[in-house]
């Protein structure tokens, strides 16, 4: 079955410490998103590609970084610089990017980030 | 500034029906999407509105006036696995998703 990958589902993080979270697709899809959902908020774009090895930054990309290597993968690194990094992650796909309206996202099933 | 308005929670019956509202200030208008989200797991997509009126898909409807910046999702015969969050987006002229905060809708037998 087709689908977006998202690993781990729980990740702790020490002060100081860079953590990277997993998403990979198999829906041969062009582009790719991390968002942050935190309660009482709706979600927050961190980047986004829409081809391999090109990535833009979203509306909160400070302390975060990505990389495109392959189509179907697309890992965020939460690095220390991330003051606040407490929150669940959602990787996301779609055909696209931009040049259609109607174009749906497929999410994954998340990742829920903690500080110890 | 571009902001979408939900309410944060509903409570409603089982077998009942709901109405989840949604009004947008967005800088331009490209198509606005429902999606369900039960706690802990991935949004799935539900609706997409673009014209104004209705759009029907079994149980689930939704409904677009562009003038008001206004759309509600309707369920009807609810179940209790209806039990989720519904989050509102709107397209913008940018082609960037603006989204909710999202409505939890509480089942009751």
């Known amino acids: 079955d087709g689908g977006i990958t998202q690993s781990p589902k729980y990740l702790f993080r020490k002060e100081g410490q860079n953590v990277t979270l997993s998403c990979e697709q198999n829906?041969?899809?062009?582009?790719m998103y991390w968002y942050r959902q935190d309660p009482g908020q709706g979600l927050r774009l961190i980047y986004y590609?829409?081809?391999?090895?090109?990535?833009q930054k979203g509306d909160i990309a400070e302390g975060y970084s990505v990389s495109r290597e392959k189509k179907e993968s697309f890992p965020l690194t939460v690095t220390s610089a991330q003051k606040n990094p407490t929150a669940f992650y959602l990787c996301?796909?779609?055909?696209?990017?931009?040049?259609?309206?109607?174009?749906?996202?497929?999410f994954g099933s998340g990742t829920q980030l903690s500080v110890l | 500034g571009q902001n979408i308005d939900q309410p944060t929670e509903m409570t409603a019956t089982e077998g009942a029906i709901v109405q989840i509202n949604c009004t947008y200030q967005?800088?331009?208008?490209?198509?606005l999407f429902w999606y369900q989200q039960h706690a802990g797991e991935a949004p799935t997509f539900l609706s997409y509105n673009v014209l104004d009126g209705l759009e029907e898909k079994g149980r689930f409807s939704s409904f677009l006036s562009r003038s008001k910046g206004y759309s509600y999702l309707l369920l009807k015969e609810l179940q209790m696995k209806d039990s989720a969050s519904y989050l509102c987006a709107v397209r913008d002229s940018n082609y960037q998703l603006i989204w909710g905060a999202g409505t939890k809708l509480i089942i009751k037998p």
């Open positions: 829906l041969n899809h062009d582009a």
């Open positions: 590609s829409q081809i391999v090895n090109d990535f």
């Open positions: 967005t800088s331009g208008f490209n198509g």
């Open positions: 996301a796909s779609s055909i696209i990017q931009g040049s259609s309206t109607n174009e749906k996202l497929f």
